[in-house]
C-alpha cells in the first residue's frame, strides 16, 4: 500500500545498501517507474512553491479539467466491462475492488457507499486494500509489494465464476492488484484492469483493460491527484451503472435507497413524491404498509396493489420495478 511518503513503496527503499541484487532490483525499478506517464517530472512546474497560492489553485484546477476527457476516451471499454459485471451479478456474483494505497482506498470507499444507496448486502460489493483496514488511515511496510497478499485476501472470499475482481492501480505495475487479478482469472472470475498509464500490465493481465491516461501529475508521482480522480469516477460509473442495469433504480431515483436516519428517511419520502405524484397522505399509507421500502411503495401506488402483492411482483421480476409494474397491469 502506497501513500505519498510510504516508506515501503518500492522507490522509497533503502538505497544506500551495498548488495549487489538489490542494487540491480533498485536500477530497474528505477528504470521502470521512469517510463510511467504518472511518473514523470515536469520541469515547467519546478518552482510552482514560489507562486501565489491563487496561481497554484488556478494550475491544479486546469489540471483536473483534463480528468474528464480522457475518461471519455475509455468509454466504450467502460461500458463493456458493466455489462459483463451486471451479467453476472445478476447470477448471484460480487463485484470486488483490490487495490494499495489511494486506489485501494477508492475501491473501499466505493464498495462502502453501495449499502446505503443501492440497498445491497455488503458482501455483494467489497473493497479489499493491501494491508487490510489498517491500511485505511495509515502505512503497512510492504503490502503493495505482495501477490501472496492479494491471493490471501481473495482465498478468503471463495472467488467463483460469477464474480468479478477488479485490479486498480495508477501506474498499472502494483504487485498487489496484478496479483488480485491474476489469482482471479485461476480461479474462473470475470477480471477488470484499472489503470492510468498506456499498455499496463494491469490491463494486459485482465479480461477488460481501462487504461485512463491522464499524463504526469502537478507534484511528480502524486498519484492521489488526476489518477486518483480519474480511478473515481471510472468506480462510480462500475458501480452506479451495474446498479441501474440491475433494477436498483427507476429512472434516475435511487429507489433501493436505505432509509437508515432521518435525512434518508426524508428522501425516501421525496422519492416516492417524485416517482408517483401521490399525496403525503396516501405516500405514508403506502410506506406503512410496506415497512418503509420505497421501491414496494411506489408499486403500490402506481400499481394499485398492496403490499404482500407488491413485495411478491417485485421478487418474481428479480426487483426491477418496471417490469413488476408492467406484471401488476396484467
Known amino acids: 500500500m502506497t501513500s505519498p511518503t510510504n516508506a515501503a513503496s518500492p522507490d522509497h527503499h533503502d538505497l544506500k545498501t551495498d548488495h549487489p ?6 536500477r530497474d525499478l528505477k528504470a521502470e517507474l521512469e517510463t510511467l506517464t504518472t511518473e514523470a517530472f515536469r520541469p515547467e512546474l519546478a518552482e510552482i512553491d514560489r507562486l501565489p497560492t491563487l496561481d497554484i489553485a488556478r494550475l491544479m484546477n486546469g489540471e483536473d479539467a483534463t480528468v474528464p476527457a480522457a475518461v471519455a476516451a475509455q468509454l466504450p471499454r467502460i461500458a463493456a466491462a458493466i455489462d459483463a459485471v451486471a451479467e453476472r451479478m445478476e447470477r448471484g456474483g460480487r463485484l470486488v475492488y483490490a487495490g494499495a494505497g489511494t486506489a485501494g482506498r477508492l475501491g473501499v470507499l466505493d464498495a462502502s457507499e453501495c449499502p446505503p444507496t443501492f440497498n445491497t448486502d455488503p458482501s455483494r460489493v467489497v ?24 491471493r490471501a485476501d481473495l482465498d478468503a472470499l471463495a472467488l467463483t465464476p460469477a464474480d468479478t475482481v477488479v485490479g486498480v492501480s495508477a501506474s498499472g505495475r502494483t504487485p498487489y492488484a496484478l496479483g488480485a487479478v491474476e489469482y ?8 477488470i484492469g484499472l489503470s492510468c498509464n ?9 479480461d477488460h483493460g481501462i487504461e485512463v491516461v491522464v499524463g504526469p501529475e502537478l507534484l511528480t508521482g502524486s498519484t492521489r491527484l488526476k489518477a486518483g480522480t480519474a480511478q473515481k469516477l471510472v468506480l462510480n460509473m462500475l458501480s452506479t451503472i451495474t ?19 432521518e435525512k434518508l428517511r426524508a428522501r425516501s419520502r421525496r422519492i416516492v413524491a417524485l416517482a408517483t405524484g401521490a399525496s403525503d397522505e ?4 403506502a410506506l406503512a404498509a410496506t415497512d418503509g ?6 408499486l403500490t401506488i402506481l400499481g394499485g396493489v ?3 402483492t407488491a413485495a411478491r411482483l417485485l421478487e418474481e421480476s428479480e426487483g426491477h420495478l418496471r417490469a413488476a409494474l408492467e406484471a401488476s397491469d396484467r
Open 21 to 26: 541484487d538489490l542494487k540491480s532490483d533498485h
Open 127 to 150: 473493497g479489499l486494500i493491501a494491508g487490510g483496514p489498517e491500511a485505511m488511515v495509515t502505512s503497512v511496510e510492504g503490502a503493495e509489494d505482495s501477490r501472496e497478499l492479494a
Open 198 to 206: 498506456a499498455d499496463s500490465a494491469l490491463a494486459a493481465a485482465a
Open 293 to 298: 421500502e420505497v421501491k414496494n411503495a411506489i
Open 306 to 308: 398492496d403490499g404482500p
Open 243 to 261: 446498479m441501474i442495469r440491475l433494477g436498483k433504480t427507476y429512472g434516475n431515483l435511487m429507489v433501493d435507497v436505505r432509509a437508515s436516519n
Open 184 to 191: 482471479a482469472r485461476e480461479r474462473g472470475a470475470l477480471t
Open 282 to 285: 396516501e405516500i405514508e399509507r
